[in-house]
């Protein structure tokens, strides 16, 4: 990783600094890139958004790997001050598998923010990612991103967006009382505007950036609600256990359904 900063935070160019030297240190010539992706590519990333950092391997880490991994991702958490190092997340994913999305790829080892631990999801592996490393991923080192991913068409961005769109609709939907905690109900409606953004535009677009879209786009009705989760956002993660405001928990099962069918899905229970 060269000098020249990244992102707008040098405090976080200072963390990926170190984070690329020490996974260099590990892995070798193993690794192809380190990237970033998320909204620090994006654009519009602040004070309160995690890092999304993406490592591109030529092989599958090895079992040996892992805890010389996860030691590592505990040193830059416990060894570094500051919010940076403690809100990184991203998975480590081999390049042939990274190429192109298909079905019943295998999980990737991947560390949540927050998190010093690798731990087996699919969080990292869906179009939508793809896309924006193709479009906006930031080389920490190697090749770039562009280089190593095939178009994402905005007919497969679409499909898997209202895709995601119904599933985790009909979860949310499910469990009303989970709209009581401040932070997961302002990150479910602005995910929501995000959503609805790509729908319109077929491209991924920031929160903020889809936040101020959806005050114009969408019902009238909606706009201070969203404004209101939109601010919730501030300080998020030292506020994880805050309580919403009462009416605004009771209106996000009616903002998802509305939000479903503009997406022109059949609405969910």
């Known amino acids: 990783m060269s000098k020249q900063n990244k992102t707008n935070f040098p405090e976080l160019d200072s963390v ?7 996974l260099l240190s590990i892995l070798g010539n193993n690794v192809v890139g380190i990237y970033l992706q998320g909204s620090h ?6 004070e309160d ?21 996860n030691g590592m991702h505990q040193q830059l958490f416990d060894e570094i001050d ?7 997340e991203g998975s480590y994913f081999p390049a042939d598998l990274l190429r192109k999305w298909t079905p019943d790829q295998p999980l990737l080892h991947y560390f949540d923010n927050g998190s ?3 731990e087996l999801s699919d969080h990292d592996n869906t179009q939508v990612v793809r896309w ?13 991103a562009a280089a190593l991913i095939d178009d994402v068409s905005s007919d497969a961005l679409i499909r898997e967006v209202r895709e995601v769109m119904v599933e985790w609709g009909r979860e949310l939907l499910a469990h009303p009382e989970r709209f009581g905690n401040c932070w997961r109900q302002s990150s479910v409606v ?9 729908l319109e535009t077929g491209r991924v677009h920031s929160k903020p950036a889809s936040v101020k879209w959806a005050g114009t786009a969408l019902d009238p009705q909606w706009r201070d609600f969203i404004n209101r989760a939109q601010a919730n956002r501030k300080g998020q993660f030292l506020r994880i256990g805050d309580r919403s405001l009462p009416e605004d928990a009771a209106r996000t099962p009616d903002f998802l359904r ?12």
């Open 132 to 144: 924006c490393m193709r479009e906006y991923g930031i080389t920490l080192f190697g090749t770039p």
């Open 258 to 269: 509305y939000a479903l069918d503009v997406a022109g899905e059949e609405t969910v229970n």
């Open 49 to 69: 958004s995690d890092c999304d950092v993406m490592v591109v391997i030529q092989e599958p880490l090895a079992d040996e790997d892992i805890p010389v991994l």
């Open 82 to 88: 500051g919010y940076w190092s403690k809100h990184l």
């Open 16 to 22: 990926l600094q170190h984070l690329v030297e020490r």
């Open 41 to 46: 590519a994006v654009g519009d990333a602040d």
């Open 190 to 198: 602005v995910s929501y505007c995000r959503m609805l953004h790509t």
């Open 116 to 118: 010093t631990q690798l």
